[in-house]
């Protein structure tokens, strides 16, 4: 689970900037917190803002965080990533840190870095106690690396070797030390793997245009999460009846010849085609010396009471979404995911969206977290959600984004917090000139 984040003069953040999941002392809605280590901590956050404030940004720095850790190292194009209305900013690297919670251990990861490299890299945990201790910390300085492990670690002469010849030989400047180390010597520091299979199997990223990923195949193979869906499309009445995997063998030909190749070559993918001009998604996986392709299928009822069935495509861009979001809604409630997500109503009716999020919220043995951005006001409702899951993002007079919680403010339990929002009374929202500045006619 994720307990802070942590950016610096990236994208439109000029300075560091903490967003949190932290608690206050709020008695409402006490199965949303969770707690280790006595540190008690949301299962839930919702970002508002207005255009351009710096809502979706949020969402990317943890994206490219997650992308740089899988990559093993810097993208090229980090230097453009800087924060570029203030002069000062492009003279100094960047910096994006997360706290969070996995195997009931607190970890802090921070890198900072430029387009030369990596400058700094730190992974430490939270003892019971309160301490921290290092596992790893590297920082570039006078044209070297420097590496130091947990306190102790170089008085053996073959640890300290080992460090030396990491720092001149092994380590360049745009590698990434926390995947070198689980990656190649994760025997000797399990935190690193640990810590790394969060980053690769617990936090997901969906971002606004994005799909989730082989959704038939997920379907098909996981059965609990097609009864899932198959219970939101009724209880939200979409108009479907219900959800299922069509799967056929196809064959070699000039048309799928492109598969097949891809598939000999990596037998254990996953390829996710769509077609956009019917809509349609399908999954197709190679089972022993055959290709199946795996597509949906639901389910309505005509004006004669028989079931019609429709290709995937043929559904609403609201029904497509909902459906993306079914493995998200199980791996938050009962797989431990973490999901962050940008503009979690996109093509989706605010009704549904609340009904979904109040899904969540009274949920009491969700075992995962969700944080998303969102212009829904309907969310803002303290029947589905504390103050302290309430977040702004706001930009100063510069354009950079500044990220603050509700629970700042005194706001009374019964307040009615939605028409707060719209009144400005919070922030965060957009400041509109007179239309007739524009010169409409009529």
Partial sequence: MILRVIIDNLYSFSKPVEFNMFTNKSQRHLSHKRSVAKVSFLKMAALYGANGAGKSNLVKSVHLLKGIVMNASLPSFVGELKYKLDKACKERPSSVAVEFVTNGIIYYYTMTFDETGVWYELLSETLPNGDDRRIFEREYKDAKENVCFQDGYSDKPKNRMFVEVLEEKFLGRKDVLLTMLQEKYGKEFPDTAVAYKWFSDTLNVINASEATG???????????????????????????????????????????????????????????????????????????????AE??????????????????????????????????????????????????????????????VRLLSNDGEMNGQIVFTTHETCLLDQDIMRTDEIWFAQKDKLGSTDLYSLSDYNVHATANVENGYLNGRYGAIPFLDDLKTLHWNG
């Fill in 214 to 292: 082989p959704l038939a195949h997920v379907f098909e193979k996981e059965k609990s999460v097609l009864r899932l869906g198959n219970d939101i499309v009724k209880r939200l009445s979409v108009g479907v009846n219900g959800i299922y995997v069509s799967k056929y063998e196809i064959e070699q030909t000039d048309k799928t010849q492109d598969i097949f190749e891809r598939l000999a070559k990596e037998p254990r993918t996953i390829m996710d085609v769509f077609n956009p001009y019917t809509g349609e998604r399908t999954s197709f996986v190679k089972e022993g010396d055959r290709v199946m």
């Fill in 295 to 356: 597509t949906i299928r639901t389910s309505h009822t005509d004006n004669e009471e028989n079931e019609v069935v429709f290709n995937y495509g043929m559904e609403s861009d609201g029904t497509q979404r909902l459906l993306d979001y079914v493995p998200m809604l199980n791996g938050v409630m009962r797989g431990g995911k973490v999901f962050v997500i940008d503009e979690i109503e996109r093509s989706i009716h605010p009704a549904v969206v609340k009904e979904l």
